[in-house]
């Protein structure tokens, strides 16, 4: 797996910087977690290809998860490749990951992020591929100064100072190791008060990537005078996954913490089982099948050692895990015509199964929309082709694949089509922006609980809203629709939504409502194309190629709330990309960007869609250039559901909401740049518009994706 993993703009493409295309830079790790298995130093700048292996191949028999994580929070250095790669013998690469990048004349540091593995980092330093001559390495040296004792030990501590020159390309990096310890950058005198031996390695790179032969200063650090003759306090914790016998499943991790209010802690040693002591430096994880025991003991730095003490544990394998999805069946009943489609309405009534944790819960999803809670039989009375999906997840996560039945329902007289008044099918009651966690059932009027609230009309007070809402929850109680408890969810969470309270009176305004005289009121700018179904939603073409937009010309937009549903739906087994423009000026006879369909994305901001799991670093939910969502937290739900979006503006804040859940916000100040760099863009500051249009964005023929029931309230 490749965890917020960008490509940066291409640096210098040209000479040397063609022929870096071809680097392959590769870190190996295996069971330690002080030091990466083999790292390189230098690399030259432009395109490279990163490869990370921690597998058996590698030396790791523990199976124990590192990263290769670049740090870009350090203002020191290079901080333009967030690279952060997790692998592990076990992961569905076999531990083997690669990923493409393009580094940049400087220093980038690594590191380990898993806890316990910070000791693991180092230095990459690239330099500009130039060819020049510079072959020398940089000249080092040393001093230790403090305070001696007649034996010429330091006492308390010893300050060691670094320096390093370099004639032709000048040094880049300093770095030290106190013993086998591993390298650490060198920035101000290193103080070492650990009472004994030590032998401080040090060495340099210039910016040609020549790194000087190690050197070494050998001195001892001896405790101050002191009366202290009490030793440290020690103690243990062990945490891990445990069963319900207290045994740790697969792994357990034991923590060290010594104290001393005399002279002070000077070292931490363990040792695991019968194996010799070993300095502690951070959390100990323990495999291994068996009874263990984590010995430890600490000595201060008057050399008092703490009495040896020892945390005792069971380690078992763990279970067997459940990896058997569910099995879902969906039968279809109803009366049905010569055609084979079901007069007036069609009963689907679903079944799971699982052998092995059970089934959790079963899910179902009408026309792709959203999945909902299946509780009972589910009726279908609408005209038309239906499809009907199905799936089941059991105690152990597992979720089946969708199963799917297709149908047609034909008119016939008897039951009506169902008259909600509003079209709401997110998975939770949500009050206008409380979401109580109450599952948004299906009620017996076959309009969702979500629906029959009716949170998007104009209310005029709170009371009338409240009033509404009691009533509402009222009947579902007594149709067991809902419990009490979930009644008292909602009625708290209608009150806590202010809905009907001064300035929260006016309601949602449709702008595309499914109808052609609606549709008829938006225009197309640039490439690409939308039409109208039959159900009322739009699609973008696969046939008329470009990039281009759709925006609504009819009014501008101060503050204000946009929802619209979305459902990607790119062919085979990609993902769509596409997006939604808000706060943009008029879009024709811009002075600064003849093309309309540029006018919007320079000048607004784009509101991104995008599920994929590679390529551009921007999903769901970022505001484009400038605030970046990355997968995991974009709220990613199968391919092909429709899916609720909202964005929120107030002032130069903004919101956006899937699916009723917060998964970005953004504050607009000026002086931001657009990321990766664009040559004509005007950052921030040529998008703070008080108000402004909004648009949907077609991508490509192949980025197909279509929105529906698109309303906007102004706040």
């Not at 544990?313 to 969906?330: C, K, L, Q, R, S």
Request: glycine letters at 12%; one cysteine or more.
């Amino acid at each position: 797996m490749i965890l917020g993993l960008t490509s940066t703009a291409a640096y210098g493409r040209t000479g040397d910087q063609r022929r870096a295309a071809a680097q392959v830079l590769a870190w190996t790790a295996g069971d330690s977690i002080t030091a990466y298995a083999s790292a390189p130093a230098t690399a030259v700048a432009g395109p490279a290809t990163i490869v990370f292996e921690n597998s058996a191949a590698t030396g790791n028999t523990t199976g124990m998860p590192h990263t290769l994580t670049f740090d870009v929070s350090d203002p020191a250095y290079n901080h333009d490749v967030p690279l952060n790669i997790l692998a592990n013998p076990g992961d569905a690469q076999g531990g083997k990951h690669t990923a493409e990048v393009t580094l940049t004349p400087g220093t980038y540091r690594y590191h380990c992020t898993i806890p316990g593995h910070t000791s693991m980092t180092g230095l990459l330093v690239v330099t500009d591929g130039g060819g020049g001559a510079d072959t020398t390495a940089p000249e080092t040296s040393a001093t230790v100064e403090g305070e001696r004792n007649a034996a010429g030990a330091y006492i308390g501590q010893a300050k060691v100072t670094l320096a390093a020159t370099d004639a032709d390309s000048g040094v880049a990096t300093v770095e030290y190791a106190d013993g086998d310890d591993a390298w650490q950058p060198y920035t101000t005198p290193v103080v070492i008060s650990t009472v004994g031996d030590h032998t401080v390695r040090y060495r340099a790179t210039d910016k040609a990537g020549n790194v000087s032969a190690e050197k070494t200063e050998s001195f001892t650090v001896a405790a101050p005078p002191t009366d202290d003759t009490t030793p440290p306090e020690t103690s243990a914790t062990v945490s891990g996954e445990q069963d319900a016998d207290g045994n740790y499943l697969g792994m357990a991790t034991v923590t060290v913490t010594a104290s001393d209010t005399g002279s002070g802690v000077n070292s931490i040693e363990y040792a695991v089982d019968q194996a010799d002591w070993t300095a502690y430096t951070g959390p100990v994880m323990v495999h291994g099948a068996g009874a263990r025991k984590v010995r430890y003991r600490a000595t201060d730095k008057a050399g008092n050692v703490a009495a040896e003490k020892a945390a005792e544990f069971t380690v078992i394998a763990p279970p067997t895990e459940d990896t058997t999805p569910p099995v879902t069946t969906a039968v279809v009943g109803g009366r049905t015509n010569s055609d084979g489609a079901y007069v007036t309405s069609a009963e689907v009534t679903v079944t799971a199964t699982d052998t092995g944790s059970g089934v959790d819960r079963v899910e179902y999803s009408l026309d792709g929309g959203p999945y909902l809670a299946y509780t009972a039989p589910v009726l279908v009375d609408r005209v038309g082709r239906h499809t009907f999906a199905h799936r089941a997840t059991d105690r152990a996560g597992n979720t089946s694949d969708a199963g799917q039945q297709v149908f047609t329902v034909a008119e016939g007289g008897g039951v009506p089509a169902p008259n909600c008044p509003e079209y709401d099918e997110r998975l939770t009651v949500i009050v206008g922006t409380v979401d109580t966690g109450v599952p948004n059932r299906m009620t017996r009027s076959r309009c969702t609980v979500n629906e029959l609230i009716e949170d998007e009309k104009e209310w005029t007070s709170q009371a009338l809203f409240l009033k509404h809402v009691d009533k509402v929850l009222g009947a579902l109680l007594g149709e067991g629709v809902i419990d009490a408890r979930e009644q008292k969810r909602i009625a708290r969470a209608a009150r806590q939504s202010g809905i009907g309270k001064p300035g929260q009176t006016a309601g949602y305004h449709t702008i595309l409502d499914g109808t052609r005289k609606s549709f008829d009121q938006w225009e197309q700018v640039g490439g690409g194309k939308f039409a109208l179904n039959a159900d009322g939603s739009i699609t973008s073409s696969t046939t008329v190629e470009g990039m281009g937009m759709l925006w609504y010309p009819q009014r501008k937009y101060d503050n204000f709330s946009l929802k619209l549903q979305w459902r990607d739906d790119a062919p085979d087994a990609g993902n769509a990309n596409g997006g939604v423009f808000v706060r943009f000026p008029w879009v024709h006879d811009n002075p600064e960007e003849p093309r309309p369909e540029w006018a919007a994305i320079k000048y607004g901001h784009e509101i991104q869609i995008l599920d994929k799991p590679d390529g551009d670093m921007y999903k769901t939910g970022s505001v484009y250039g400038f605030d970046r969502v990355g997968l995991g937290g974009a709220g990613v739900t199968p391919k092909g559901t429709w899916n609720d979006y909202e964005i929120r503006v107030v002032d130069q804040h903004y919101s956006i909401l899937r699916n009723g859940v917060l998964i970005n916000e953004f504050d607009n100040v000026g002086g931001q740049e657009f990321s990766p760099a664009r040559a004509d863009d005007p950052g921030t500051d040529g998008r703070r518009f008080a108000s402004g249009y909004v648009g949907l964005q077609v991508h490509s023929t192949s980025d197909v994706i279509s929105y529906r029931d698109i309303r906007v309230k102004e706040l």
